[in-house]
């Protein structure tokens, strides 16, 4: 069964740091595009980033560069998101989704992903 399940959401003081972390379970990493996207309340999803199939070069909302990094660990199969300089309207429910054979730009129309996980939590206090 194919799932991808995010984790490493936490409290974190504003000016921290954070890894997340999307594992993907029942396909490998590499053969399909996987984004970080994140929602704050009240607010409308935003795209973080995201890692074509194969490919290395991540594309990164322009507001994300910088602070934010994604890695893919394929002998994890996991693609990480290495969060810096977190402040609290980084606050959100940060997601990953996968879609097979994307490329790095997959994630810019939704309905190209195929597969979407929960989601997990961080807070910034300031």
């Known amino acids: 069964q194919i799932q991808l399940e995010e984790s490493g959401g936490d409290l974190v003081q504003a000016g921290g740091s954070l890894t997340l972390s999307c594992a993907a379970h029942?396909?490998?990493?590499?053969?399909?595009?996987i984004a970080w996207v994140r929602q704050a309340p009240g607010k409308e999803r935003e795209v973080i980033s995201c890692?074509?199939?194969?490919?290395?070069?991540?594309y990164y909302t322009d507001s994300m560069k910088g602070r934010f990094t994604v890695t893919r660990d394929i002998a994890k199969n996991t693609v990480d998101l290495q969060m810096n300089s977190l402040q609290p309207e980084d606050t959100a429910v940060y997601t990953c989704?996968?879609?097979?054979?994307?490329?790095?730009?997959?994630?810019?129309?939704?309905?190209?992903?195929?597969?979407w996980g929960k989601g997990t939590l961080v807070t910034v206090s300031s």
């Open positions: 989704a996968a879609a097979r054979g994307g490329t790095r730009l997959a994630i810019l129309y939704y309905s190209a992903m195929d597969y």
């Open positions: 029942g396909f490998t990493v590499e053969d399909y595009a």
């Open positions: 890692v074509g199939a194969g490919d290395d070069d991540p």
